[in-house]
């Protein structure tokens, strides 16, 4: 098909995620053709730095032969296996183990699903029936913070704290509540991290007492919230919610999805507090994208609750026909080990200080009110007044503006639509592509900040310094 053809195409036919869709319709597709190590390259030639990742997902860079190599040998051997009536595949036993192996200590039994969404869906799905089996049926509340992103789907864009994923979604459901995120930038004790810590666990406790220890399931996070805005929360406040949520007889359930596979420095963000959650859900990382597969790591004490006694015969009615799908599985196993033996997480660890520095140094553009991030996750944020910290108008469309420029300086991250840019880069970046990242970005800052309204729309020492 022509370029033209295939961007007539998908204005016709495929629907996005995420987006509205008159204005993709208006706007059209950008078709991407192919990727190598931390490039992607589009149908026009146009070659372009990936500071995302994908979606939070491409870990290992594009391209790794070794990956493509395991899929190929996998689907010539065996494609599919279901793990229904008992049947199940060698990877993906195997990727169950090493996976058990390499989280918290807490967690001894995996179910596959497809992605994060149906990982969250799934732990909600089991802990539902954990406190039904065992005699608690009133704990049904289950508690996420604002901002917070855990999927799209029926349930889970619930506790999903994104106003998008509610409107018109008949959402969040009576039983899903939402405690204050800790967002220091953005609050008044922002600076001093016990107190931040203190008024999480403060906010949690609270709920639970309005709501009834005995009526109140799960406690659900991210370590670091991505889809959010890249809300980076103080050290030891992940181990503080967790201590919190034992005292109170909650489930305490990381999700994982996006600082999973070495994405803060750790395998497991976890693991940075050596925090043992009761349930985990990971994905992305997992196969790196290239192809779909979650995960929900479960406690055993989870576990055997489920699984009942002997003597009861009824099934666990919650399944997927592509669960635990071996060439996923395959995928999996050999980004594990290129995380290791590959010397991935190790390459992610040692580029940290860099990309903390690049961040960091961009402080000083009359655009940037705050740099954040662990890892190589990290987040800008944008804002007209910096002794204020206000923000750019919506109807500036600072996100689109930033996102068009970045595509001209041939760089791709996430422009979020309040004044956000999120980086995510691969584990595999060099030195020389994070000097080219920053390079790239500050002349996307400087651009826009050359556009006329949005000039005007600075104030007081942001234009000064500008």
Not at 430 to 450: G, H, I, S
Request: aromatic share 8%; charged share 20%; proline share 5%.
């Amino acid at each position: 098909m022509s370029n033209q053809s295939l961007i007539e195409a998908d204005r016709k036919h495929l629907i996005h995620p995420v987006i509205n869709f008159r204005a993709h319709e208006a706007r059209g597709v950008t078709v991407l053709d192919s990727g190598h190590g931390a490039y992607l390259r589009d149908v026009d030639g146009n070659e372009l730095l990936d500071a995302f990742s994908g979606l939070w997902c491409v870990n290992t860079g594009y391209g790794q032969e070794s990956i493509v190599k395991a899929a190929a040998e996998q689907m010539a051997r065996l494609p599919y296996a279901t793990t229904y009536f008992h049947f199940a595949s060698e990877p993906a036993i195997q990727l169950a183990e090493k996976l058990v192996s390499l989280a918290p200590a807490s967690l001894q039994h995996v179910y596959f699903t497809l992605g994060g969404s149906d990982a969250v869906d799934s732990a909600i799905r089991f802990i539902t029936h954990y406190f039904n089996a065992t005699g608690r049926p009133t704990k049904k509340h289950m508690i996420a913070l604002q901002r917070g992103y855990h999927g799209s789907s029926s349930v889970g864009a619930g506790l999903t704290a994104l106003p998008a994923f509610h409107r018109h979604f008949d959402l969040p459901l009576p039983h899903q509540h939402h405690l204050p995120s800790p967002y220091a930038y953005r609050q008044p004790n922002g600076s001093d991290s016990q107190a931040l810590i203190a008024s999480s666990v403060a906010a949690l406790e609270a709920k639970v007492a309005a709501l009834g220890a005995d009526n109140v399931a799960a406690f659900f996070c991210e370590p670091i919230q991505g889809s959010g805005g890249v809300i980076v929360p103080p050290v030891g406040w992940l181990k503080a919610m967790r201590e919190a949520c034992r005292r109170l007889d909650i489930l305490f359930v990381a999700d994982e999805v996006i600082t999973g596979f070495g994405r803060t420095g750790p395998l497991f963000a976890c693991e940075g507090e050596q925090v043992e959650p009761d349930l985990m859900t990971v994905a992305k990382g997992l196969t790196a994208g290239y192809a779909p597969m979650g995960a929900v790591l479960m406690s055993d004490a989870i576990y055997q609750g489920i699984a009942g006694d002997v003597g009861d015969t009824a099934i666990v009615g919650h399944g997927h026909t592509y669960s635990a799908h071996p060439v996923s599985a395959a995928i999996g196993l050999e980004v594990m080990r290129l995380y290791h033996e590959g010397g991935l997480l190790a390459n992610a660890q040692a580029m940290a200080p860099q990309f903390a520095a690049g961040l960091d140094a961009l402080l000083e553009h009359p655009l940037v009110g705050d740099s954040r991030h662990r890892g190589l996750l990290g987040a800008l944020e944008l804002v007209s007044d910096k002794n204020s910290k206000q923000g750019f108008d919506a109807g500036l469309k600072l996100s689109e503006r930033i996102a068009t420029a970045a595509y001209r300086n041939r760089l791709v991250f996430r422009a979020f639509g309040d004044n956000i840019l999120g980086f995510a880069p691969a584990l595999c970046y060099t030195e020389a592509e994070f000097a080219l990242m920053f390079e790239r970005l500050k002349q996307t800052l400087d651009d826009v900040l050359n556009e006329a309204e949005v000039r005007a729309a600075l104030r007081g020492a942001s234009r000064a310094a500008a």
